[in-house]
């Protein structure tokens, strides 16, 4: 007793019962995210417009709730609309009912064709959606569905939300839903039935009918009258009495090499096999009553013939093959290829058997190399001629990737000009014609110019067609191995133009376009390099020399950079070997005079005149001033340029790097400087610059001691900085002419340069230059097919496509796996203009007259491509209806095994569907229905005669093997 009458010991359990449970937590969860979405309240908005719900815009929000930790995604889905803030209303906002449930009657949205599932059953423009999150289990047992569809029940009631709130039942497959809708008073309760198989009480309207009757229970007697939508669908999958359009290239005759040079140059286009799979067709029998239509297990009156509407939708085949899809996408693979050119052919190919074992590339060594030993007399040209005998031995020794016939068709079309027909000069003449490939007309279409864009190549162009020629040979003539004989035999005959002086064919002169892919300007280079060589073996004048100032009269003189922008490295180096460049046997003897000989002959004869400038003299004697031979400034491409820019960028800021950067930029100016002194005998600084640079000479009027008004000049404040390049440049200038100054395009050193590029390239890295060249191409393929289809969506497409690939291919290193994504789109582009083809045969409009009914069936066509649904205007009785019904009728003569029925005139098809004189059972136009939708409405009061009356709905899908009712019951709650 003492023990218990300790207040120690006394100690109570306290509980409390305020404490939120995990269930209470997650409805005030649910709540928030209401409030938080402001969907509190009554909402107001105008009735849906006929055929919104598929031409609106949907929008859609997420947020992730938890119960306990379970997790779940509640969604809001609604149709962007106007607003009818100001819109009046005659009811009072108490009495108002739901959004929700006034779209439940409504019948101008029925059947979308392109909606959310819970649109298409329940028909409303917005709804809340709470299923189990991704990595979530379904929500299954039955005691958890009720407690979820409670937690709905009392969040709506605490919130006073109008919207319905639906919870995902069942597996996601099944696509199983119940909700429930809230207004004033009143609820609506959405179910749904799912089952494998349909009852066969319940495979009918009237069967259907008797459940929604039981279902609503209405008191009244007779019952409101049901409205009943009715749409059956029809699937056409047997296409054999149309053929596929497309005609396939000849495989066999392309592997066998019976292929000419035109062939090379065509992109194959269009789908092997038909990409419309299936046809489907919906008849529609809308805002029927009960009484008007019969359809029980004996008999129906849903003729697919008598419905008042059509809609037609068209299924494509998942992925069809596509030629041109297929052959970039093969050639694009190329590009995740490791193995160099001599690994894939083998270094056998390659190599010399004895002692005069060599590879192509140490020709040149070969002639360079110490006279230990007495050198026989051979060229670069001889050691790549019998370099390139000894390969083509062994490939007849081993098996040549590329059959000789292609390979002579595909060097045929990449090199018109070598035809053996064809003499040097002709030769040159034409190579000269066709600088670019292109007529002045195709210069200036927009298609040209897009090699601007995707840093290309112009059409038509070598570089170009070399593209088409790889991708050919690699899709058709042995991959990757015929690929790398190709590109040896191009870089062999790039070595062979440059030794024999043979200007290469289909490439603009000049030098290189930066605009154009590395591998053009790489090829447009070597080609400068043969321009030059040819023009010195001949013997001509390098009159290149155009006037250094020209500089438009509002710009500014040019700095010691500016002038010589564009001069590579390698144009002023010290070890650079010096070449001299003679005209006669005359001038050669003039190096051998002496020192002061060279002065005085200097001082009373000028050489490398070019003309006049003008009217100008010298400032020091009465002299004209003429503007000299220059040099023509180095070529460049875009690489040489960018390892220039990195040599002048590690130079630095000090005084001393910017005085070397600025020698290195001056290589030209000293070269126009000396060509101006030998031009222009006892010349000054500023007569050099009165025509190099006049905005640097500056002349004002003064007066003079007499009082007469001269015109005096004088060197710009720049050109008098101390220190000043130009200055030192004039000083150590010597008076030569152009023809016999170092050099500052070394065309040899810079050809070997780029033979040897292009010898190194692999596979991988030439696939990766012509990609771009592939791509514009395929692109001008593209528009060439669609032009004869004029497809809107096409044409966006188009412009999508060449407006990401044009991002992608300016960048120096594109993301393959966003290129891939480019070639997979105008895989789809592709497609499609094969599917307007395909529906343009199957409804005849390439064989039909013109006039208005062509112009229907155009139109319907167009839209088969641009909707997902099409309704046929005049159903059964239109020009389209008519097809479709004989494509149906077709289509069922051939199941049945029936060939002559199926080729019966239209004449002969009633007698045929009657059976005339046959014993066998007719055969029906129409296949039984793949899919049939039932919809039934009413208004009626509910629970009790009393109630107000409401809007009830029944959504029945009978299919195959799936039988859905999804129903939407409302009640009064206010005496419930």
Not at 606 to 618: D, F, N, S, Y
């Amino acid at each position: 007793m003492a023990a218990d009458s300790d207040p120690e010991s006394e100690v109570f359990e306290i509980t409390d019962f305020t404490t939120a449970s995990e269930w209470e937590r997650f409805i005030s969860r649910v709540e928030e995210v209401l409030n938080d979405w402001k969907l509190i309240g009554c909402r107001v908005g105008n009735p849906p417009q006929k055929g919104e719900f598929t031409s609106g815009s949907w929008e859609e929000t997420s947020q992730e709730i938890n119960f306990a930790d379970f997790k779940f995604s509640i969604s809001h889905h609604y149709l962007k609309q106007e607003t009818a803030e100001n819109e009046s209303r005659d009811e009072s906002e108490e009495d108002a009912v739901p959004l929700a449930m006034q779209d439940l009657l409504c019948m101008n949205n029925d059947f979308p064709p392109r909606a959310h599932c819970l649109v298409r059953w329940y028909g409303v423009r917005e709804f809340l959606v709470i299923s189990p999150g991704a990595n979530c289990e379904a929500i299954i047992s039955e005691s958890k569905c009720n407690l979820l569809l409670s937690s709905v029940s009392i969040a709506l009631a605490n919130t006073g939300c109008q919207v319905p709130l639906f919870v995902q039942i069942q597996q996601k497959w099944r696509r199983m839903y119940s909700g429930e809708c809230q207004g004033s008073g009143i609820r609506t309760d959405f179910e749904m039935v799912h089952l494998r198989k349909v009852p066969s009480q319940y495979n009918h309207l009237s069967g259907l009918l008797d459940v929604f009757k039981n279902k609503i229970g209405c008191p009244l007697t007779p019952l409101p009258p049901i409205n009943i939508s009715i749409r059956f669908t029809y699937v056409l999958q047997d296409w054999q009495q149309c053929s596929w359009p497309q005609q396939p290239p000849d495989f066999d005759a392309l592997l066998a090499g019976e292929v000419g040079g035109v062939e090379f140059g065509k992109l194959p286009f269009g789908a092997c096999e038909d990409p419309i799979s299936e046809l489907h067709l919906s008849t529609t029998w809308p805002n029927l009553t009960e009484g008007i239509v019969v359809d029980n297990d004996v008999y129906s009156d849903l003729d697919p013939l008598q419905a008042p509407h059509w809609s037609v939708r068209v299924r494509k085949a998942d992925n069809p093959q596509c030629l041109l899809g297929e052959f970039l996408m093969e050639f694009f693979k190329l590009c995740c290829r490791k193995e160099t050119t001599e690994e894939i052919l083998g270094r056998n190919s390659v190599e010399e058997e004895g002692k005069d074992n060599s590879d192509i590339t140490q020709a040149l060594s070969k002639l360079t190399e110490p006279a230990a030993v007495p050198i026989p007399k051979l060229s670069v040209s001889n050691m790549v001629h019998s370099a390139r005998k000894r390969i083509r031995r062994h490939r007849r020794i081993e098996e040549s990737p590329l059959n000789n016939d292609v390979l002579n068709s595909v060097l045929l079309y990449l090199f018109p000009d070598a035809s053996a027909d064809k003499s040097d000069s002709s030769d040159v003449k034409s190579t000269q014609q066709n600088t670019g490939g292109n007529t002045e007309q195709e210069k200036q279409s927009e298609d040209y110019h897009l090699y601007n864009q995707l840093k290309s190549a112009p059409a038509d162009s070598l570089t170009s067609r070399l593209a088409l020629c790889i991708c050919m040979v690699n899709f058709y003539h042995g991959g990757v191995r015929a690929v790398a004989h190709l590109w040896q035999e191009f870089v062999l005959e790039m070595r062979y133009r440059w030794e024999n002086n043979c200007l290469i064919y289909g490439l603009a002169s000049g030098a290189p376009d930066l605009r154009c892919c590395l591998l053009h300007q790489k090829l447009q280079m070597l080609n400068c390099c043969i321009e030059r060589k040819r023009a010195r073996d001949n013997g001509r004048k390098s009159e290149g020399g155009k006037e250094r100032n020209r500089l438009a009269p509002d710009t500014a003189g040019p700095s010691a950079a500016e002038v010589s922008h564009g001069k590579s490295w390698d144009s002023w180096s010290d070890s650079e070997e010096e070449f001299f460049e003679c005209l006669s046997d005359t001038e050669e003897m003039k190096e051998v005079e002496t020192e002061s000989d060279k002065k005085a002959a200097n001082k009373s004869k000028a050489e490398g005149r070019l003309q006049p400038h003008g009217k100008l003299t010298l400032l020091n004697s009465q002299e004209p001033l003429y503007i000299p031979v220059t040099q023509e400034p180095a070529p460049m491409t875009e690489d040489l340029l960018e390892e220039q820019s990195e040599v002048l960028a590690k130079l630095g800021t000090s005084a001393e790097g910017a005085h070397l950067r600025a020698r290195m930029q001056s290589a030209c100016l000293l070269s126009d400087m000396e060509s101006f002194k030998a031009a222009n005998p006892g010349c000054s600084l500023e007569d050099f610059v009165r025509w190099y640079s006049p905005r640097d000479y500056v002349e004002e009027e003064v007066t003079d001691e007499s009082g007469q008004i001269v015109v005096r000049g004088d060197l710009s404040a720049r050109m008098k900085i101390p220190g000043n390049m130009w200055v030192e440049a004039w000083e150590t200038a010597k008076a030569t002419p152009a023809r016999r100054q170092k050099r500052l395009f070394d065309d040899t050193k810079e050809a070997e340069k780029v033979l040897h590029y292009l010898a190194v390239q692999k596979p991988a890295d030439l696939t990766r230059h012509l990609l771009p060249c592939v791509l514009h191409a395929a692109l001008i393929k593209v528009k060439e097919e669609e032009s004869t289809e004029d497809i809107l969506s096409v044409r966006k497409a188009l412009q999508q496509v060449t407006a990401h690939a044009s991002k992608l291919l300016r960048h120096p290193n594109p993301d393959f796996k966003k290129l891939e994504d480019v070639i997979n789109q105008m895989t789809v582009v592709e497609a499609v203009i094969a599917c307007a083809r395909s529906l343009r045969a199957k409804f005849g409009i390439a064989n039909a007259e013109r006039g208005g009914d062509c112009e229907d069936l155009e139109r319907f066509v167009s839209g088969l491509l641009e909707d997902p649904e099409v309704c046929v205007a005049g159903a059964g009785r239109s020009p389209a209806g008519n097809i479709i019904h004989k494509l149906f009728i077709s289509s069922q003569r051939l199941a049945d095994g029936s060939e002559e029925a199926a080729l019966l005139a239209p004449m002969d098809e009633e007698t045929a569907r009657v059976g005339g004189t046959d014993d066998r059972k007719p055969v029906p136009d129409f296949p039984p229905p793949a899919g049939r939708e039932i919809l039934l409405r009413t208004c009626v009061p509910r629970p009790a005669p009393y109630s107000k009356a409401l809007p009830q709905r029944l959504f029945c899908v009978l299919l195959r093997e799936d039988f859905r009712l999804a129903g939407a019951f409302s009640s009064d709650t206010t005496f419930f």
